[in-house]
């Protein structure tokens, strides 16, 4: 199951870094080339971040990933404590962000947001690049089968129908609303 755990965590960092990537593009298209705000996009990718990384995907890391291997290794504590520390600021952030994009779209003021876009985006990235490059080896050698078992179950359970849960299809239909709505080259990256 191990790799199969690591597999979906990292697809599933693939599905944000896409999505922020277009936040990026957007920024830097409107900022260094006077395109004009695309309004509904970007209010899209605040949606997602909202309904997937910080309702599902971090809360799993944080009960499951992050559980299993301080039980296995203090190697990990201080990588964790600021993994879950940016989890616990991400919310805080992407509500700043939201509240951003708001205020530019009634004021037209897009410096603060274009400042706030591009640091969270820079944030996200970095941040998932910390568990995958130096985290997930300390996982790799800490963690037994069953460990990685209820990782990858725990991961799989996001889109339980017994519980009426179906948080990737959401974030599937928001992530494809984005493809839609997202100007060419990102639109062309159909899934």
Known sequence: ?????IQIIKDEHLAIAAVMYCLRYLVRQMRDHGEAPNFPLLH???DYVVS????WHHPKENDYLFAAIKERTH???AIIARLEREHRDGHPRIEDLTNRLDDFE???KAAPFYEAADAYAQSEWDH???EE???MPLAERALTTDDWQRIYEAFRENDNPLYGLKPKDDAERLYQRILALA???IGYARR
């Open 128 to 130: 998932m690049r910390r």
């Open 75 to 77: 190697d990990a504590d």
């Open 183 to 185: 100007p060419s080259p």
């Open 1 to 5: 199951m191990k790799p199969e755990a």
């Open 52 to 55: 997937y990384p910080d309702r």
């Open 106 to 108: 009634r004021s037209g």
């Open 133 to 135: 490059d130096e985290l």
């Open 44 to 46: 899209a990718i605040l």
